[in-house]
């Protein structure tokens, strides 16, 4: 009995101990529950599922060549059977694209492996034809989209630090490049990659490539300001960079030079329908190019130059080289020097694989010994200076890839390297009065669109030659 009570009072002491020192109660300590919050993680979470579709995402592209038809575009792409048929009916039937030309481009877009939207796209159409699926065989809509759709103009400001590909990288990619904002997958950097590129390849290698040596000119605080063209198909996350409309890079030792937009027809060489044509020129109306390119190839070696008489080393014989051979890797892309219209395309003895092009002012260039010709372009084709005309290769006479490069000026060889070439044909007369229209509202449009006053060089004051007489 004894025992008992001594364990019941050791019992009460301990539970009154318990009360006596335990600590009060207080709430976890941390911020409170915000549903922002949670919101923002759902996001994140929503993200992260597209990026994870985004790679099961395949798109299968085919150009109409020579000859080629529309069922050839859609087996090139991978339709068959009864999406073929209904791609055909839709296409020709409901959208009325009853025949098809060298140029015009189709695109099959896979999901998992399953055909989710064809896309066909006539090269002189301002719009595309769609048709969309839903994992069967039957389509579930279909509908024209214009070109105003899928096509937006963006401001963009660039600072450079250290070079001009790094000022892009930092602030020139759209924040809508990826469906998350955020390069996450291997096709997102892909495309970052690409978007890069293209637009550091529109600045230095075709606005500014007469005007700013980007290896020498280039320095730390230079600030560059682009009005670019991009282009955002609706109903996905595809971002692109097109074109620059217009641009202006400004030195921080002092200077500035513009690349000023004017949408004009091209020359006269030009074949009847081709469309109006994208240009860009200095303030005063004077072309931002000159008439020809310095070679047809990207850091071609010159293997040969023009001569008189040289030894032919597949002949063995003496005899006149009318060209400068550029070598190069068998497959280097090969640029049309100028503005022309192709007049051959065909195999010729000793040149090979060769494309003739005739320009203005009584010009004529010949490319030969190609691999292959470029897609989409046929005798009369109008090109671009810098279209890619063919491939590097080694056909017809010829001991490795290179391509054979001669210049002709009223029907008489010159020698390319030391021919005076014209600068490309300013504006005149009316152009040049639109284009001075025209400039102030395209700076006072791009200024709002980019939050700021776009700046522009100062005005030379040439004086005045007008002396009063006593």
């Given at each position: 009995m004894r025992s008992r009570m001594i364990l019941i009072i050791?019992?009460?002491?301990?539970?009154?101990?318990?009360?006596?020192?335990?600590?009060?109660?207080?709430?976890?300590?941390?911020?409170?529950?915000?549903?922002?919050?949670?919101?923002?993680?759902?996001q994140n979470l929503t993200d992260s599922l597209n990026t994870i579709l985004a790679d099961t995402i395949e798109t299968r592209v085919a150009c109409v060549e020579e000859g080629g038809t529309l069922g050839w575009l859609l087996y090139s792409t991978g339709i068959e059977g009864d999406r073929y048929v209904n791609c055909c009916e839709i296409l020709i039937d409901s959208l009325g694209w009853t025949s098809v030309h060298v140029g015009d481009t189709l695109e099959a877009i896979y999901?998992?492996?399953?055909?989710?939207?064809?896309?066909?796209?006539?090269?002189?159409?301002?719009?595309?034809?769609?048709?969309?699926?839903?994992?069967?065989?039957?389509?579930?809509n279909w509908y024209w989209?214009?070109?105003?759709?899928?096509?937006?103009?963006?401001?963009?400001?660039?600072?450079?630090?250290?070079?001009?590909?790094e000022s892009i990288a930092s602030g020139g990619v759209p924040d809508d490049l990826t469906p998350s904002g955020h390069i996450v997958t291997v096709r997102d950097s892909v495309r970052e990659i690409a978007y890069i590129k293209g637009l550091e390849n529109e600045l230095a290698n075709r606005l500014f490539v007469y005007d700013i040596d980007f290896y020498y000119d280039v320095?730390?605080?230079?600030?560059?300001?682009?009005?670019?063209?991009?282009?955002?198909?609706?109903?996905?996350?595809?971002?692109?960079?097109?074109?620059?409309?217009?641009?202006?890079?400004?030195?921080?030792?002092?200077?500035?030079?513009?690349?000023?937009?004017f949408f004009h027809q091209p020359d006269s060489l030009a074949p009847d329908g081709t469309a109006v044509i994208l240009d860009h020129?200095?303030?005063d109306g004077a072309s931002l190019r000159t008439m020809f390119l310095k070679m047809p190839v990207p850091f071609g070696r010159i293997s040969s130059s023009y001569s008189d008489s040289r030894m032919h080393p597949v002949l063995g014989y003496t005899r006149a080289h009318r060209g400068i051979d550029y070598a190069a890797p068998m497959g280097t892309e090969i640029y049309a020097v100028g503005d022309g219209v192709i007049i051959t395309r065909s195999f010729s003895g000793g040149y090979g694989n060769i494309v003739r092009v005739r320009h203005a002012n009584g010009y004529e260039t010949g490319y030969g010994h190609m691999s292959s010709y470029a897609r989409h372009q046929e005798i009369g084709s109008y090109v671009r200076q810098g279209d890619v005309i063919g491939?590097?290769?080694?056909?017809?006479?010829?001991?490795?890839?290179?391509?054979?490069?001669?210049?002709?000026?009223?029907?008489?060889?010159?020698?390319?390297?030391?021919?005076?070439?014209?600068?490309?044909?300013?504006?005149?007369?009316?152009?040049?009065?639109?284009?001075?229209?025209?400039?102030?509202?395209?700076?006072?449009?791009?200024?709002?669109?980019?939050?700021?006053?776009?700046?522009?060089?100062?005005?030379?004051?040439?004086?005045?030659?007008?002396?009063?007489?006593?």
């Open positions: 050791i019992f009460l002491l301990a539970m009154g101990a318990t009360f006596l020192f335990r600590q009060p109660h207080s709430p976890p300590a941390g911020d409170t529950w915000s549903f922002r919050d949670h919101l923002s993680e759902l999901e998992r492996d399953k055909l989710a939207a064809v896309r066909a796209r006539p090269r002189n159409s301002r719009g595309y034809y769609c048709i969309e699926f839903d994992g069967t065989s039957e389509p579930s989209v214009p070109e105003e759709q899928y096509r937006r103009l963006r401001a963009v400001t660039l600072v450079v630090r250290s070079s001009v590909w320095q730390p605080g230079d600030s560059v300001w682009v009005l670019l063209e991009e282009t955002r198909y609706p109903g996905s996350s595809e971002t692109t960079f097109r074109r620059i409309i217009a641009a202006k890079y400004n030195f921080a030792l002092g200077g500035m030079t513009e690349a000023i937009p020129y200095h303030r491939y590097v290769g080694s056909t017809g006479l010829s001991t490795g890839p290179h391509v054979h490069f001669e210049m002709k000026k009223n029907g008489s060889y010159v020698n390319p390297a030391t021919e005076i070439l014209p600068p490309a044909n300013p504006l005149l007369e009316s152009d040049l009065d639109f284009f001075r229209l025209q400039l102030p509202v395209l700076e006072s449009t791009w200024g709002r669109m980019a939050q700021m006053n776009i700046p522009a060089p100062p005005v030379e004051d040439t004086g005045s030659d007008i002396t009063s007489a006593e």
